[in-house]
RNA sequence: GGCGGCGUACCCAAGUGGCUAAGGGAGAGGUCUGCAAAACCUCGAUUCAGCGGUUCGAAUCCGCUCGCCGCCUCCA
């Protein structure tokens, strides 16, 4: 850059800095939309004298002294910010790149930076895609290390399950800010919550009708139309994800694709005819975990991890043994100890719910 | 002050010129159930921050106003 004329060099405490001339690269601000020459005016920028201009960049900046130095062609000195990742790129992407991803908040000057020197130095668009993300905020104020105002994705994941997490992340559009909150951590669970019950009941119907005479008559056509339904979403849940990764409609599709399976079961379809339709969807939903990383437990899974992290003292086999005492007292009609068991377990967090296969035990979130 | 963006129901959120404004949570009523839970059904914005304009037609386009956020400085 030095020999194309972009970057000149200027000598800082017996080393030297190099830094890049913002006005000989005439695109500089097209990513930002800023105009240089309001920038120039702008009272915010200090004026330093070593610099031809205020928005001049470091490309190699000259070490003070007890700063962290590397030899150089211009003597101790470090990269500077903005050349570290055009380096990286060029040198392990290439030239250009499809897809250069990063903070709003890096839009100026960093990426505008590393547009002027990569494109400078190559003579090539540097990339060919920008995907900016909004802020994950706390009280409106983005999160960040400088701010203080953070916490780690460990601590989050102490308390809840990573899927919770990516389904709140996952519930807005990637440039819309989020607000970070407990509530919507709920929600998120919550979410869940029905997503996985919603499988158990799959599960325990393809269990039941799998090897089932064909479907009667009567569930022809419902089984018929679920299927096309389960076909339109795989089509409509890619379209919303071609569509500037629309991750919210995307997950839309898939919560009315649930409520249609929970209708279909409350339907009451009989034989492997309806089983195969339920299989097919389980398959289609195999695409939200594949592209989501969610949905990847099974439902037995799901609720054992979450006696971990709601820290329930209570094994599976604690719960089964609890059932077992309750359903004896219902079989008697013991309702008052059957309702006891029942409330006690509810008490530690565990959910039970009476169908006619039998009772099942899920954690209440 | 300049630039960029946002403001959709109680909460979250999709929708950016034309089908009843997706979906989830919360709430109310109902079906099922020993009672529950879960699930399902019904109800819920005559309206998209406000005002004005363009258009046969606007949450969507234009203008102004209000509110919020980010960047415009070092560091990353």
């Not at 250009?96 to 494109?119: K, M, R, V, W």
């Not at 807005?172 to 929600?187: G, M, V």
């Not at 007292?329 to 009476?354: F, P, Q, S, V, Y």
Request: hydrophobic share 40%; charged share 35%.
């Amino acid at each position: 850059m030095l020999d194309k004329g972009f970057a000149y060099e200027v000598e800082e405490g017996g080393n030297k800095s190099v830094y890049f001339s913002v006005e000989k690269f005439s695109k500089y601000g097209k990513l930002s939309k800023k105009d240089i020459n309001e920038l120039l005016a702008g009272a915010r920028v200090d004026i330093d004298e070593r610099k031809n201009s205020p928005l001049d960049f470091a490309l190699w900046k000259a070490s003070k002294e007890g700063e962290p130095w590397w030899n150089s062609p211009w003597g101790k000195g470090r990269p500077g910010w903005h050349i570290e990742c055009s380096a990286m790129a060029l040198r392990l992407l290439g030239e250009s790149i499809d897809i250069h991803g990063g903070g709003a908040d890096l839009i100026f000057p960093h990426h505008e930076n590393e547009i002027a020197q990569s494109e400078a130095f190559t003579n090539k668009p540097f990339a060919r895609y920008w995907v900016h993300n909004g802020f994950i905020t706390i009280d409106k104020e983005k999160m960040s290390k400088s701010l203080g105002n953070f916490f780690t994705i460990r601590e989050v994941l102490e308390r809840y399950d990573a899927e919770v997490l990516r389904l709140f992340m996952l519930s807005s559009h990637y440039r819309s800010p989020i607000e970070f909150s407990e509530d919507q951590l709920k929600e998120a669970e919550a979410s869940l919550e029905r997503y996985y019950s919603t499988v158990a009941r799959m599960d325990e119907f393809i269990a039941l009708n799998a090897t089932k005479e064909l479907a009667s008559q009567k569930d022809f056509d419902l089984i018929k139309w679920f299927n096309s339904f389960v076909d339109r979403f795989k089509e409509r849940f890619e379209e919303a994800m071609d569509d500037d990764f629309n991750t919210a409609l995307a997950l839309g599709n898939t919560f009315e694709l649930i409520r249609e399976i929970n209708r279909f079961l409350d339907s009451k379809p009989e034989g492997q005819r309806a089983a195969t339709a339920l299989m097919k969807a389980k398959e289609a939903i195999g695409l939200v975990k594949e592209v989501f990383n969610i949905f990847t437990k099974t439902p037995y899974q799901w609720n054992v991890e979450l006696l971990k992290i709601k820290k329930i003292s209570l094994t599976p086999e604690d719960i089964e043994s609890k059932i077992s005492e309750r359903n004896l007292a219902r079989k008697n009609k013991d309702w008052t100890l059957a309702d006891r068991i029942r409330k006690e377990l509810l008490e530690r967090g565990i959910l039970l719910e009476d169908k006619r296969e039998g009772t099942t035990w899920k954690v209440k979130v």
